[in-house]
């Protein structure tokens, strides 16, 4: 099943899927024992970052490039059916699709829900 961004349709499955949890936690140097404190500031699955590429044709690489250039928001639906709604998308990098280069693209993407 394809991935759907906006009122775009990715061609085939996406690969190199990952996400990015917005894990809020940092280590903090002391100077007194015991010389690190840990900030925790929680988890929020609402600031989980996703990543992956995916074959755009040409002409939807248009339409997810104009989403990227006006910070439009949209919602992505992923392979298993799950919306997610309001998502900035980011284009990482794009190339021609080896032996289709003037019908279809490579394309990086990254997703921020705001």
């Known amino acids: 099943m394809a991935t759907k961004i906006g009122d775009v349709q990715t061609v085939g499955k996406v690969t190199d899927f990952a996400t990015i949890p917005d894990d809020r936690q940092l280590i903090q140097p002391l100077v007194d024992p015991p010389y690190n404190a840990a900030i925790d500031n929680g988890y929020h699955e609402t600031g989980d970052t996703y990543t992956f590429s995916c074959v755009l044709s040409v002409a939807d690489f248009a339409t997810v490039k104009g989403y990227w250039i006006n910070r439009t928001?949209?919602?992505?639906?992923?392979?298993?059916?799950?919306?997610?709604?309001?998502?900035?998308?980011?284009?990482?990098?794009?190339?021609?699709?080896?032996?289709?280069?003037k019908t279809y693209k490579t394309v990086s993407i990254g997703i921020w829900r705001v």
Do not use: H, M, Q
């Not at 919602?75 to 280069?101: H, M, Q, W």
């Open 73 to 101: 928001k949209v919602t992505v639906v992923n392979e298993d059916g799950e919306a997610l709604s309001s998502c900035r998308i980011r284009i990482l990098s794009y190339k021609p699709k080896e032996g289709f280069e």
